[in-house]
């Protein structure tokens, strides 16, 4: 069988923490092109883990020409996922977005919508998912013994941790600011452990506080990085943290919380990842400081690995040594070969920004927003 080419779309901080190293470690894959508005990003990446043959591109509607090409990456800031990735899947390209799925709801249904029509493969890099602590805790649900889960809540909080590389903070290219960037993994890992995507309704506020108040000499703090930040007060235009409610058809509820500068009295869990806490009619579990904690009952049964051991994943980006092989990666390579399904579906992904997006209008609005029960779309005024 060929070996699958895939291109890239996209250079910078995910594309090398991540998609790189970990597409470098399937078989039977040519990285075979590489697009960056910066062409030397792009030369570096083709030279370091592309083909004796791969192109470079500032355009990406040159490299979505190349008809050898199978699958694509799309690695840009949040704002540029919709167009891209409906270009690509018109091009006859399957696609790994990564997350979140679009910066707005309507574009992530556009984005659906081109999936359907053209009948390509969608999938949103949410890789929380498949951290060793997260699939035990989705065998513990899913095997019963939480019962029924009614009661979740899903967080990232960093107390310091504003991302002061990228776009990160400007939002016309990223849509937001925590919520969407990191509350995004919280609230994609929760619905993916309670497998519930029936939203009745969101509320929510996010809070312009610290991005703006907090100048450069009072900053001061390590962030999760284990850096000093110091970011750019006159240029910071998103939320520096944001709190959803969200009820589910069934009757159950979702807290979510997310942030990069809090005033809290210490940093919340371990390594600042995203973790859940669920609670049902017959058992509880967390997974904050990687490792799943179930009450007595449920941590007894013998049949459950790793409960009560701290399991350190790797995070992109964040440790240190060299990457193991991405399981991400895997899925993907192995559905593009048609040995496999997607793990991550669009749809699912869709339901994650449709609530991101009803929180900011939430917040802008002071009002709770309903969904559709025909069409489950948010219903905004």
Not at 120 to 146: C, P, S
Not at 332 to 339: Q, S
């Amino acid at each position: 069988m060929a070996n699958v080419r895939v291109g890239f779309i996209g250079c910078g901080g995910i594309a090398n923490g991540k998609h790189f190293p970990g597409m470098s470690t399937q078989e039977g894959v040519d990285m075979c092109a590489f697009c960056d508005l910066i062409i030397e990003r792009a030369e570096k990446a083709a030279k370091e883990y592309g083909t004796p043959d791969a192109k470079v591109y500032t355009d990406y509607k040159e490299l979505l020409a190349d008809p050898t090409i199978d699958a694509v990456h799309v690695l840009t800031p949040n704002i540029a996922h919709c167009e891209i990735t409906i270009a690509a899947l018109e091009a006859g390209k399957h696609v790994l977005c990564e997350k979140p799925m679009a910066a707005t709801e309507a574009d992530a249904k556009k984005m659906l919508e081109a999936r359907d029509r053209t009948g390509k493969m969608l999938t949103i890099g949410y890789q929380y998912r498949h951290f060793a602590e997260n699939q035990v805790a989705k065998k513990v649900v899913d095997d019963g013994w939480l019962g029924d889960v009614y009661y979740a809540e899903a967080t990232y909080l960093r107390r310091r941790g504003v991302p002061t590389w990228g776009v990160f903070t400007d939002k016309s290219k990223q849509g937001g600011g925590p919520l969407i960037d990191i509350g995004t993994h919280a609230l994609d890992l929760t619905l993916f452990l309670m497998n519930n995507y029936d939203v009745e309704y969101v509320v929510g506020t996010s809070f312009e506080k610290l991005g703006t108040l907090l100048d450069p000499e009072h900053q001061g703090q390590v962030n999760h990085r284990g850096e000093f930040d110091n970011w750019n007060n006159e240029t910071y235009d998103v939320e520096d943290s944001a709190v959803g409610h969200i009820k589910m058809k069934n009757g159950a509820v979702i807290n979510l919380r997310a942030s990069w500068a809090i005033n809290m009295a210490e940093e919340y869990g371990a390594n600042n990842q995203a973790f859940t806490m669920l609670a049902g009619t017959k058992g509880g579990l967390d997974t904050k400081e990687n490792r799943v904690r179930l009450n007595h009952v449920v941590a007894a049964q013998p049949t459950i690995s790793w409960v009560g051991n701290k399991v350190q994943p790797y995070i992109p980006g964040f440790s240190q040594g060299p990457a193991p092989k991405s399981k991400e990666a895997e899925i993907w390579v192995k559905a593009l070969k048609g040995e496999g399904e997607l793990f991550v579906t669009a749809d699912q992904a869709y339901t994650v920004t449709k609530i991101l997006d009803a929180i900011y209008y939430s917040s802008k609005h002071n009002k709770p927003v309903y969904f559709d029960e025909v069409t489950g779309r948010p219903i905004y005024d």
